[in-house]
């Protein structure tokens, strides 16, 4: 059992739907107050209520992460409802598909401005108040594809995803003196809208490429962050934790599918 998180005040950005909204679920079933943020307001008030009718404290935030202003008044909004920031989730991301000859610098731009230079521009609007708690979390979704694997389409997005990394390490040591911990949780191929959308022939060949033989569940993924997030993980600082059913451990794919034939 871990400590209670119960009280703590979270802003979990990307919470509107996917990854980010199983992480908003699970925080608020342990009795942490959630800010659930993503662009589009109304969807982001629908996962506020559904998680205020569960019987927890949510309010819902329009933000777009690769804005400062909007960074500012998220950690605004947070510390007018909730009194502070304890625990910062920068989940927000965007996979869009493109091989190097057609990728255009508009592509690139539009997911580094989301994906890495939005974790930087919410952790920046938060420091204050994290350092303020006295014992901040900083938990970013990074992947498996970029800082583990590449993956065909998206040079762009590793190149987003492993800057995550680049960027946790030496925010994890410059932290550190104001107790505030800096880690990330690396997904492989998780149920979410976003992946439904890359279609069923995509979804087909990676589950056949996890050995355990499933995509993962939101929640797999929130159990991981809510453990980083934890007091108990106090002394984890700048590292990972995989959250991919094995999907990068096999040497080959032949071999993974022999295991599935054995008797
Ligand atoms: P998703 O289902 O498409 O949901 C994305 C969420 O982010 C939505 O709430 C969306 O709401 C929000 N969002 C997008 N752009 C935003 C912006 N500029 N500012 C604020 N919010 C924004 O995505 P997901 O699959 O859950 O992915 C979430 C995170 O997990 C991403 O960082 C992704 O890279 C990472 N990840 C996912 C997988 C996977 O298999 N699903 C695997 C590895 C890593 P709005 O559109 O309304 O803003």
Not at 72 to 99: F, H, K, Q, V
Not at 151 to 157: E, T
Request: net charge negative; with cysteine; glycine share 10%.
């Amino acid at each position: 059992m871990l400590t209670s998180i119960a009280g703590r005040s979270v802003i979990v950005t990307g919470a509107s739907k996917g990854i980010g909204k199983g992480i908003a679920r699970v925080f608020a079933a342990k009795g942490a107050r959630v800010l659930v943020i993503a662009r589009d307001l109304a969807q982001a008030e629908a996962t506020a209520a559904e998680l205020r009718a569960g019987g927890a404290t949510a309010n819902a935030f329009a933000a777009d992460v690769s804005r400062a202003e909007d960074n500012a008044r998220m950690a605004r909004a947070a510390m007018e409802l909730y009194g502070g920031i304890d625990i910062l989730c920068c989940n927000a991301g965007i996979y869009p598909s493109a091989n190097l000859f057609e990728l255009t610098e508009a592509t690139w731009d539009q997911v580094m401005d989301v994906n890495l230079k939005g974790t930087f521009l919410s952790v920046h609007a938060c420091l204050p108040a994290l350092k303020t708690c006295g014992k901040g979390r900083i938990v970013v979704t990074s992947s498996i594809t970029g800082p583990i694997t590449g993956n065909a389409g998206w040079s762009h997005y590793g190149a987003s995803k492993a800057g995550q990394l680049g960027f946790i390490r030496t925010a994890a040591i410059e932290l550190a003196p104001h107790n505030i911990t800096v880690n990330a949780v690396l997904p492989g191929n998780i149920a979410t809208d976003g992946l439904e959308d890359l279609g069923p022939e995509y979804i087909a060949r990676m589950t056949a490429a996890i050995p355990a033989r499933r995509l993962g569940s939101v929640e797999d993924v929130a159990y991981a962050a809510l453990f980083l997030a934890s007091d108990e993980a106090g002394y984890i600082t700048g590292q990972t934790i995989v959250v991919d059913g094995g999907q990068v451990l096999p040497e080959s794919q032949a071999s993974l599918a022999d295991l599935y034939q054995a008797p």
